[in-house]
């Protein structure tokens, strides 16, 4: 048994560390993937003077750009690819592969996580230089690990999305999904700042949830509490794990009978 455990996890970091590679060398997801959210943090919270519009501005952005990050990692970075490699029949390789076929998804799913934390880390590391964070080392390494860790239901929204489009929709489906969760999710524009008609849209949004959680390390005396956040991220990857494997069977069904 700890043998097979062994394998399997050389296998998996094997396979995370190609994914990872294959991310990194592709410019167009690498610049936008890692330029975007950087360029929120430097133009939205360094450059502007937010004042006493957003409290705690600085520690807003850094939070905020990170989980931008976080977002758009396991979004585009998994449920794109997933459905860009599905079309590809890359797929259907891994199934007639000696590599178990839930390797590829978790594969893909810490490449995300490892993805987010790196640009967590940049977008720290210029808030540390810039001398305009104002947190502990620890607290610092908390944010970091917990807006990496929140890619994962973003992952299982991608996955959700690369199953149910065609790899010539995906992105663009993924798109749809991803503004209106920045708009509607209080990140872009703070929960406190949102129109009260569209608050209530933002409390069921994972956005909301999940940045809570790291605004949460930061001021314990927000309102919602952290089992709440935790929930909603978790029924959401549920149904989002549901749904995809809903798609799935049905697309082996059209291909095998």
């Known amino acids: 048994m700890i043998e097979k455990s062994l394998h399997f996890c050389r296998v998996l970091f094997a396979e995370s560390y190609s994914e990872?590679?294959?991310?990194?060398?592709?410019?167009?997801?690498?610049?936008?993937?890692?330029?975007?959210?950087?360029?929120?943090?430097?133009?939205?919270?360094?450059?502007?003077?937010?004042?006493?519009a957003i409290d705690k501005s600085n520690q807003f952005w850094i939070i905020a750009a990170s989980s931008i990050g976080a977002i758009g990692t396991g979004m585009f970075g998994?449920?794109?690819?997933?459905?860009?490699?599905?079309?590809?029949?890359?797929?259907?390789?891994k199934r007639v592969s000696p590599m178990p076929i839930l390797v590829y998804f978790f594969a893909k799913a810490l490449m995300a996580v490892a993805f987010s934390l790196l640009i967590s880390c940049i977008i720290f590391l210029i808030g540390v230089v810039s001398v305009s964070i104002q947190l502990t080392l620890t607290q610092c390494?908390?944010?970091?690990?917990?807006?990496s860790l929140s890619t994962i239901p973003y992952c299982m929204i991608g996955l959700l999305c690369g199953f149910m489009t065609s790899p010539n929709t995906a992105h663009a489906v993924v798109n749809i999904l991803y503004l209106p969760l920045l708009l509607l999710g209080g990140i872009v524009i703070p929960f406190d700042i949102l129109p009260g008609f569209v608050q209530p849209i933002?409390?069921?949004?994972?956005?909301?949830?999940?940045?809570?959680?790291?605004?949460?390390?930061?001021?314990?005396?927000?309102?919602?509490?952290?089992?709440?956040?935790?929930?909603?991220?978790?029924?959401?990857?549920?149904?989002?794990?549901?749904?995809?494997?809903?798609?799935?069977?049905?697309?082996?069904a059209r291909a095998f009978g």
């Open 141 to 147: 390494v908390l944010l970091i690990v917990a807006i």
């Open 78 to 93: 998994f449920g794109v690819y997933v459905a860009n490699e599905r079309g590809q029949g890359w797929l259907l390789l």
């Open 202 to 252: 933002a409390v069921v949004s994972p956005v909301f949830h999940s940045t809570q959680l790291a605004f949460k390390l930061i001021d314990s005396s927000l309102a919602y509490p952290t089992i709440l956040h935790l929930l909603v991220l978790t029924a959401y990857s549920v149904a989002c794990v549901f749904l995809a494997s809903v798609f799935y069977s049905r697309e082996k």
């Open 20 to 52: 990872f590679l294959k991310c990194i060398r592709t410019p167009a997801f690498a610049s936008a993937i890692l330029g975007f959210p950087i360029i929120i943090y430097i133009f939205c919270g360094l450059v502007i003077d937010w004042g006493d």
